[in-house]
């Protein structure tokens, strides 16, 4: 599920989180053979959704969305998250593929924007051991005196 609409026009969203729960409850039902509940689906189409850096998705529906959670089972909230480069986070995660690993979005605690994704095993799997990290997508935004200069 994504935000319909064309190239540079603001979407219609779902009235509030109920209604993106609505949305998402309805979008997921058809979907739960895929070997994932419908809240699970639902949960990733979130964080899909909130961990999107291009600045396609508005504040406001971002706000909806982090609401949406709520409604939704499986979430696990650790306001006391570190991100990958040791900078303080809140993540909110959810176990994936039958609890082998979980997906986590953490989020800058001051503004709610995402800072870091990351998967980390729960148990040893394909060489990965319990709480290893093994994708991560870490942002960092800056203002900077040059182009091309790094923060």
Avoid: C
Avoid at 14 to 30: C, D, I, S, V
Avoid at 132 to 144: G, K
Wanted: proline share 9%; net charge positive; glycine share 10%.
């Amino acid at each position: 599920m994504g935000l319909p609409g064309r190239p540079g026009e603001r979407p219609e969203p779902p009235p509030g989180p109920r209604g993106w729960y609505k949305r998402l409850q309805a979008e997921t039902a058809e979907h739960t053979g895929s070997g994932q509940t419908a809240a699970q689906q639902a949960i990733g189409t979130v964080i899909s959704l909130l961990s999107d850096s291009t600045g396609a998705v508005p504040s406001d529906v971002r706000a909806a969305l982090l609401r949406t959670l709520g409604y939704l089972p499986g979430v696990i909230v650790d306001p006391d998250a570190k991100t990958s480069d040791g900078r303080p986070a809140v993540s909110l995660s959810h176990k994936v593929d039958d609890g082998t690993y979980r997906n986590e979005l953490l989020l800058d605690p001051a503004t709610a924007r995402v800072v870091d994704w990351r998967n980390v095993a729960i148990k040893a799997f394909n060489g990965w051991k319990p709480n290893q990290v093994f994708t991560s997508a870490l942002q960092t935004e800056a203002v900077v005196s040059t182009l091309g200069r790094r923060p």
